[in-house]
């Protein structure tokens, strides 16, 4: 028996309602995004950074103490080694200033240098500084290949400054915990590689990252692995992200 068309519309109403639960829980891209680069910065803390540079047949090691509000600034002071102590770098937001004690100068990083290898490491002072992933691209969520797992892909805003055509980002669906990012070039090849190998959990629903491996997927042998440790969590005093901070540090 044919049905009529009041009939029809009376079905397909009623399919769109069943529907309308499941695409209001469809999660929004931007505040994924948004809770992912919040737990990647990690809570207002002091702590130990270890740098461990690898090169094919030799590696350097750096130990940094670092000064960050969990937001967009930060103040990176090198420990180790002792050749390079005393090197401090500022980050403000799009800001980054450097101070090198041997000069005895504060430069400040032209626009263009973000990208550069922190300490001539496969970090990039981006990777360290303010909310680039949130700032310069837009974000969209793609079907997700595993149940415990989103995946998210961003492409750059028009004029954007970044070198990127494609940043993509899987993050844990529970904790929306970055698990690991990889950086395109303009021709689609991976040429950077993020993986968070170690969280510790901090507080409720709140982690941070404890070890990181970045790969140079263009150079092979080229690596540079990051320990966290000794972090004490809490607010960090205005001081320490002052130029004057640079040079004498923030704790006397």
Known sequence: MGLNRKTIRL???GLLLLAAPALAQSPDPKALLHEAVNQLRGPAMVATY????ERPGRSKRYVLRVYTDGDRRA?????????EAGQAFLMLGEDIWIYNPRLGRVLRLPPSGRNDRFLG???SYADLSGRDLEDYYEVRLEPAAEADRLTLVLTPKPRAPTPWGRVVLQIEAATKLP??????????????EIEMRKVARIAEGRYLVTDTLVIDRVREGYRTVFEVSDWRIGTVPDRCFAPTALERGCER
Not at 50 to 53: D, E, F, H, K, P
Not at 179 to 192: C, E, N
């Open 11 to 13: 079905v397909t109403s």
């Open 50 to 53: 270890t740098l461990a540079v």
């Open 75 to 83: 103040l990176i002071q090198v420990i180790e080694p002792k050749r």
């Open 121 to 123: 490491s496969d970090v």
């Open 179 to 192: 698990r690991r990012i990889v950086y395109y070039d303009q021709r689609g090849q991976p040429v950077k």
